[in-house]
Structures are given as C-alpha cells and as structure tokens.
C-alpha cells in the first residue's frame, strides 16, 4: 500500500489530470533545461508496481539527469511526475522516504563494518530501532555474510560490495528501488547473481527502475525505454522492440537508436 500523508495527490485524479495511466511512477511531460541546453525533453512514461523497467541511453542522452528529478534530487523546468504517489516537484521529501537508491559507486561507508552500514541506513530510512537488528540478522543470511558481518566493507570482493549495497537500498522495503548502472565493473557470474536479487525484489512488488551499458541486462526487464538525445525514442517490452527494429538481440536496438544522436 502507498504511503500517503495529507499533502499528497491522490493518484487517479493527479494522473488523470497529467494524461497518463497510473503507476508507482508517472511522468508526463517531464523537462529539464540548463540555460539554452534541454537536457531532459519532455518525456512520458509509467511504471508498474513490481516491474523491472530498464532506462537506456548512451552517455548524455539525459538518463541521469532524469532519474535525479524521479528521485527528488533535481527539479524539473516542467512537466509532472508522480512517484510512489508524491508529486517530484513539491513533495520532494516525501519521494525519498519512499524510494532506494544504489549507484555504481555503491554508496557504503568502506572503514564501517558490514553490520555497522546496516544498522546506519536502517536508521537514516527511519526504521524503528528494535526491528534493525532482526532485520540485519536476517540479511546477513539471506546473503551468506553471517560470519563476515564484523568484517570491513573495505574488505569484501567487489561481488559482495554489490550485493550488500542491493540490501542495504532495500533494507526498508521502499515501493522503488533506483538503480544507476550497478553492475559496473563486476564479471558476468556477479552480475546474473546480482540479477537473482533483483527478481526476488520484484516478485515482492518493488519496482525496479534500471540503468546499465550491458545490452544483455536489457532482456532481464519487463519493459525497456531507450533515450536519444534527451527523449525517448522506443519504449516496449525486449521481444517487441527486437521485431519492431528486426534485430536479433537489445545491442542492435541500441546501436539502430544511437546512431540517431546528434549530442556529442
């Protein structure tokens, strides 16, 4: 169920005010110019609760610059956008109480202990303190670190760092997890481990919001949208985009759209 507070749109009406479906996220519209540059080009999509929507484009396509305004970390120049029911606009806050992030840098603290990053950002997600450490237990087994929870995160294989940094952007069970290319630089075997967590995040109904370079991850997503040049230029599932552009896999859907680009 949404978390509402007495501030927040209800969703039908706002979405329907906006031109759009529902979904755990909405955007109509959505623009972002820096002076004479348009970053983000009015852009439309929704997305499913409990679905992996990919968000592809080749670097300064706009996808980053995206994502932060859905994460409340950038305000838009116009259009709309609802996320977890909060309007990313005025009710900012509100978009990051309910959302998780994981970027390729990972965002743990390396001199703090495995245990010790939990039991940090289960308290900055506002987790009350006596479900922390049941829930830190219970983690820490479900990912096999239980004898390494004392170890450093400085410590750990890159692998671990990926997992751990998954965990820790769920810890809270947010409605949306946000993910930017965060499998960067880890080998094939972490990469389709790290995959496995993804799915068993969205068979519990958090939706998934991805980007990543590896076109093979493209086919892991329900849905995949693809930006040029600051809109986006295709959105379906894989299977359809590879019919509607007669390619045999994602890499050659990506490769027909990027060559489109005129941004350098």
């Not at 209800?10 to 005010?17: A, I, T």
């Not at 906006?18 to 996220?25: A, C, K, L």
């Not at 076109?215 to 959105?235: F, P």
């Amino acid at each position: 169920m949404m978390n509402r507070d007495d501030n927040s749109y209800s969703s039908k009406s706002s979405l329907r005010d906006f031109g759009i479906n529902s979904g755990v996220i909405a955007v109509n519209d959505l623009t972002k110019c820096f002076g004479d540059f348009t970053a983000v080009d009015h852009i439309n999509f929704s997305v499913s609760k409990g679905e992996i929507f990919g968000f592809l484009g080749a670097n300064g396509a706009g996808k980053t610059t995206a994502m932060r305004m859905l994460c409340g970390l950038s305000k838009p120049t116009s259009g709309h956008g609802l996320v977890a029911g909060y309007d990313i606009t005025r009710q900012s806050e509100q978009v990051k109480k309910n959302i998780g992030y994981m970027s390729q840098k990972f965002s743990l603290y390396e001199d703090l202990k495995i245990w010790e990053n939990m039991y940090l950002f289960a308290g900055i997600y506002g987790i009350e303190e006596k479900q922390i450490h049941p829930k830190i237990d219970e983690t820490l087994i479900k990912l096999g670190l239980t004898k390494e929870r004392n170890t450093l995160v400085k410590e750990l294989p890159l692998g671990w760092k990926q997992k751990l940094a998954f965990s820790v952007a769920i810890f809270h069970e947010p409605q949306i997890v946000f993910l930017d290319e965060p499998t960067g630089g880890v080998d094939p075997i972490a990469r389709r481990r790290f995959w496995e967590l993804i799915y068993e995040a969205a068979e519990r109904g958090i939706t998934v919001f991805v980007t990543t370079h590896y076109m093979d991850e493209a086919e892991y997503c329900n849905r995949v949208s693809i930006m040029v040049d600051g809109r986006i230029d295709a959105l379906d599932t894989p299977k359809n985009l590879r019919t509607q552009f007669h390619a045999e896999n994602m890499d050659e859907v990506f490769r027909q759209l990027a060559r489109k680009a005129t941004r350098e």
